[in-house]
């Protein structure tokens, strides 16, 4: 066999509490597109950014053509020919394209006209439309991600490390990337793609790696596999999929929350909901599909109270609840998982038990003569760990050490709890690898089956029609219309989505 | 966690050590000895009961005014409005203690002014959290000038209302003695407000971990986001927060004016602010840390005052020595939690070789 690129050998990192890769071994062939395939959290991530120098290995050697090699950090590295696109792009969003290109390996006087013209003479060669002089924070995600893989070509690198890269960008966007990657790894090069992806890695790469908690647990030529054999060997067990059973037809007719032409409207500004009504059964999951963007963030806040309606009026059981805030919500049965759990859900540097009585802390179920009780908290708590199988050693583990997905289910576990009568779910499984994803969808179905109200909001279609009985779908802060789940296709969702009216020729 | 408190105490130890060390090194240059300046510091301070006793009067108010900076802290605001709090404090104290003392018995005069000089500091306090929650002003930028709105106010009622008897010096009349907080070991200055101020740690500590409201102003100091989101009034946090905080501070102003000065000058004690936030900082925040911390200040302030005279090392080295600790002190904490990740790392080593 020859020599490979580059070798990574029995490679193990710890961090503090966990295990991130232990005795990884892979090569890189040149002229190779290698994928990287794993849930979240199986260590993907980490033995790249090993590659690249971010992070020391505790254990392990890495050989470039045959010879060992020690990166310490990003810039030797690129040194080495390796470099890297995070998921979240580092350019500076205020400087221009060039002056993001030089940026960390400048010296002395720039030559802006010769700097130009390699630039341009590269983009040329890739078939990239980008303009030197263009400013960052000008471009759209796509081309950005561009500048990024000028900006590792402009340095001479021969691997390319791309972190998720079709995570951000449109179908079109991503298939001319996967244009690109072909041609750069023609002249010789080589690509590692990290991803969950299945359909991207059959069709992209040479070769893959599957890892499953930190461990390299396959390693497959393309011609060799199939969808099905990845998935099984990434999540290491078969997938049960949560699907409706559609025979339990059991919607009362009984509406529990109504939302009469509400209205939110900052002053002088477009209005984010406009004239909005639903209306919410129990026993009933009311999908809300669209474009991210057109208004879902601001009808789960008008629900959960986070913000008062302009106008128009809101009822829970033919109670007036139009101006109740948060707070009195809460206490009214009304449970929120927002999309954004790091931000809105939770407190990463409080414990999981800490995090279980976030917004019931005013409770006197959790005091004992004023005090937090802590025996009572942290039976609960367990109680939940268990329930809801997350992944956690004690009630007193801070939340920030769990993974997105177990984060998540501890949020979900919270709101369920609380949402005695109406659960608003926005984009629950953002970022959740398959099996938490199917666990989120088991808990959304059992509580509508206990007779509670679910408003799913969700910019996955296969998700809404997999759970919804009716879809209402949004757009620029309008009901485009409600339907029954079977009454919409994929083809007429989209063009709802895209703001056609149905039966209107697009 | 054994493990974790020996590496508590041996980096802490550690960290004065070498802070020391620094310090020695600067009066080396000053063509001075340093043991000589340690043996002088270390025998100063135990020479007699007198002089130890007075390393805790000083941690005294060291301590409201460094809990006074931890307890926003933890709600994620910052409070360096401690001195001009503590002046307030002692500005109702001396003015409810001379208006009281030939009305009420002595320990009802005591009680009432310190309920007083509480309730009024917290106010002013308050108004810092007021104006941010209302008009989302900067509570640093506030709370540093409101000190120097509070040491004018002061000095003014020096002048007027407060100044003494005979008109002379911008200061108020002594307070009759039988205001004056009781000592606990007689023949020092050692008075009851050490007690008190270690309690109040004490209880800081358990409201801030034990109980709903300590929850909320620390789930609003982590995330007043997802706190707001969760039906928790950050607003009203705010203006809680801070008039905890005012009144912590202002119980300095009781316990110096009742329990040391037994009136009022103007400016005195005019670095307690600033020690406090370097105390806060040096105990991590911790209500607990903070009773050591202070006393360890306490102590360098005691000895380098008897040094400076002795020796003749300028007194202005204690802080510099001061400044080393805390130095080391907050180095020692990244060295602590290297130490722990390491443990954790070579048990899971261990683990997978099993």
Known sequence: METAFFELNKISKYFAKVIANKDVS???????????????????????????????????????????????????????????????????????????????????????????????????????????????????VGDQQKVEILKALYQ?????????????????????????VREFVAKGNSVIFITHKLKEVMSVADRIIVMRNGM???????????????????????????NRDLTQKMISKEVRLE??????????????????????????????????????????????????PTSGKIFLDGEDITQKGIREKIDMGIGYVPADRSRDGMVMD??????????????????KHGFIDKKILNQYTLKEIDEYSIKAPSPSVVIQDLSGGNQQKVILAREVDNGKKVIIFDQPTRGLDLGAVNHVHQVILNERVKGKSILLVSTELSEIFALSDRIAVLYKGEVQGVFHHDELTTEKIGLLMAGYQVGEES | MNAKLRDLFVTNIMAIVLGFVASGIMILFLNKNPIDAYYVLLTSILRDQYTFADIFVKATPLMFTALAF?????????????????????????????????????????????????????????????????????????????TYVALAIMNYLLRTVLI????????????????????????????????????????????????????????????????????????KIYILAFFISGALAGAAGFTEVNGVQHMLVQGFNADIGTAGIGIAILANGNPIGIIFAAILFG????????????????????????????????????????LDNNREKRKLQKAVLK
Not at chain 1, 217 to 242: P, R
Not at chain 1, 350 to 367: G, H, P, R, T
Not at chain 2, 109 to 135: C, D, E, M, P, Q
Request: charged share 20%; aromatic share 8%; hydrophobic share 45%.
């Open chain 2, 164 to 235: 003494e008897g005979k008109g002379e010096y911008p200061q108020s009349d002594p307070l009759n003695s039988s205001v004056w907080l009781p000592k606990i070991i007689s023949g020092t200055r050692l008075h009851i407000g050490f007690v008190l101020a270690v309690l109040t740690c004490i209880g800081i500590w358990i409201l801030l971990y034990k109980t709903p409201l300590g929850y909320r102003i620390r789930a609003v100091g982590y995330n007043a986001e997802a706190a707001r989101m969760s039906g928790i009034n950050s607003k």
């Open chain 2, 299 to 338: 102590a360098l302030k005691v000895g380098g005052t008897i040094m400076g005279q002795m020796s003749n090392i300028p007194t202005s080295i204690i802080e510099l020595m001061q400044g080393f600790v805390m130095v080391f002190v907050i180095l020692a904490y990244f060295l602590r939690t290297w």
């Open chain 1, 156 to 180: 001479k690198a021969n691997l390319l490390i791309m972190d998720e890269p079709t995570a951000v960008l449109t179908p079109q966007e991503s298939e001319n990337l996967m244009k690109f």
């Open chain 1, 259 to 308: 939302i009469q032409n509400v209205t939110v409207q900052e002053e002088a500004e477009i209005p984010t909901l406009k004239d909005i009504s639903l209306k919410l059964h129990k026993g009933e999951v009311l999908g809300v599909a669209g474009v991210s963007g057109n208004g879902q963030e601001e009808l789960c806040e008008v629900i959960s109270g986070a913000i008062l």
């Open chain 1, 216 to 242: 390299v647990c396959g390693d497959l030529k393309k011609e060799e596999t199939n969808e099905l054999d990845l998935s099984k060997l990434m999540i290491g067990k078969d997938l049960i999929l949560a």
């Open chain 1, 350 to 367: 409080m414990s999981i038990a800490e995090n279980m009585i976030l917004k019931s802390s005013f409770d006197k179920k959790w005091q």
């Open chain 1, 26 to 140: 892979f090569s890189i062939q040149s002229g190779e597109v290698l994928a990287l395939l794993g849930e979240n959290g199986a260590g993907k991530s980490t033995i790249m950014k090993i590659l690249y120098g971010l992070y020391k290995l505790d254990e392990g050697k890495i050989f470039k053509e045959g010879k060992e090699i020690k990166i310490h950090s990003p810039k030797d590295a690129m040194g080495l020919g390796i470099s890297m696109i995070q998921q979240h792009f580092s350019l500076v969003s205020s400087h221009t394209v060039t002056e993001n290109m030089i940026l960390g390996n400048v010296h002395g006087v720039i030559d802006k006209k010769l700097l130009r013209e390699e630039i341009k003479k590269l983009t040329e060669f890739y078939g990239f439309n980008i303009n030197p002089d263009a400013y960052i924070r000008d471009l759209a």
């Open chain 2, 70 to 146: 931890a307890f926003t802290y933890k709600a994620n605001l910052y409070n360096i409005g401690a001195q001009g709090q503590f002046y307030i404090g002692a500005v109702i104290a001396v003015a409810g203690s001379l208006f009281f003392e030939n009305i009420l018995p002595s320990w009802l005069t005591l009680f009432v002014v310190l309920i007083l000089t509480v309730l009024g500091a917290g106010i002013w306090g308050s108004f810092i959290g007021f104006v941010k929650a209302r008009y989302n002003a900067n509570e640093f930028l506030v709370s540093l000038m409101s």
